[in-house]
């Protein structure tokens, strides 16, 4: 059992570095830059510490303590609507946008983030208080790796069935295989395309899957992520060499085209299965009487 001031300083510390640990899992989405990291390590230490010293302040009959709590869920709600703002600006200087399904997702992750720093930091002080600090710390970084773990969530390859398909023309149509992506007037663009593009058809293992793919921030996310990962061959005013993710209605199959800056294919298959699914995107109609019925 350690005395209020220790069990503070093992909550804090382990609420802190989990948040630093998440930060590091996070490697696609930002921040990715100094003054970002910086800024969301600040917010961490914060939650770490209003996590860490709920429990010993209530022990001290420090009743107003609860309302620090309650101030920090909201600013952490601020924190959302910062990230947003943020995001927002960056994404018009893009030239693959994320799109706002996108935006939003990433918005919510790192307000729930802190929370879950919170939750760390509480559990771990709390045990540390009444048990053996070693019950505590043990405590705190299982519930650190398990918390970890669900956060990441699903992939696209999860969901679908990624592969390649074959990039063709019918006439000024693009398609890949029988998906139509776009109509293309120049000829100097078709024949780039034709020698550089890369087509990804992702067929949905089921119903659920399919109105995940139908979504179109799902779908921007898609090309955002895979123009990240091997760039594209675009500049502005260059709108046909835009990547983008069309959906075959009939079958739910949905399919990329993208010019990368990275030739190799099969980079190409594998940056799209591991897209996240966003959290907007998700539909269960397979959980429903009706969906099931529709489904058959």
Not at 106 to 124: D, P, S
Not at 177 to 182: A, S
Not at 268 to 275: F, L
């Amino acid at each position: 059992m350690l005395a209020h001031r220790e069990a503070i300083a093992l909550g804090l510390a382990l609420g802190f570095l989990f948040r630093i640990y998440m930060l590091h899992i996070d490697y696609r989405q930002y921040p990715s830059y100094p003054h970002g990291v910086i800024a969301h390590l600040s917010l961490g230490f914060i939650a770490a510490f209003l996590g860490a010293v709920a429990i010993p302040a209530l022990l001290a009959k420090e009743y107003t303590a609860v309302t620090f709590l309650a101030l920090a869920a909201q600013q952490f709600r601020d924190i959302r609507d910062m990230e947003r703002k943020t995001l927002e600006k960056l994404d018009e200087s893009e030239l693959v946008p994320r799109g706002p399904d996108y935006i939003e997702g990433i918005a919510r992750v790192f307000e729930g983030r802190n929370y879950l720093v919170m939750l760390v930091a509480l559990v771990t002080s709390s045990l540390a208080t009444w048990l053996p600090a070693v019950v505590g710390f043990v405590a705190g970084v299982i519930l650190s790796f398990s918390l970890a773990h669900f956060r990441r969530g699903k992939m696209i390859k999860d969901i679908a069935v990624v592969r390649l398909g074959q990039v063709h023309f019918r006439g000024a149509n693009l398609f890949v295989e029988d998906i139509l992506i776009m109509n293309v007037g120049l000829i100097e663009s078709r024949n780039l395309m034709e020698r550089y593009g890369v087509g990804v058809v992702i067929e949905p293992k089921d119903d659920n899957a399919r109105t995940t793919l139908a979504n179109l921030g799902q779908r921007q996310a898609i090309a955002h992520e895979v123009a990240t990962l091997l760039g594209v061959r675009k500049d502005v005013a260059e709108p046909e060499f835009t990547p983008l993710c069309r959906l075959n209605t009939a079958t739910g199959r949905a399919a990329l085209f993208i010019l990368p800056v990275e030739p190799d294919k099969e980079l190409a298959v594998t940056a799209v299965g591991k897209v996240p699914v966003l959290e907007s995107a998700v539909r269960r109609p397979l959980r429903t009487l009706i969906g099931r019925r529709a489904s058959d």
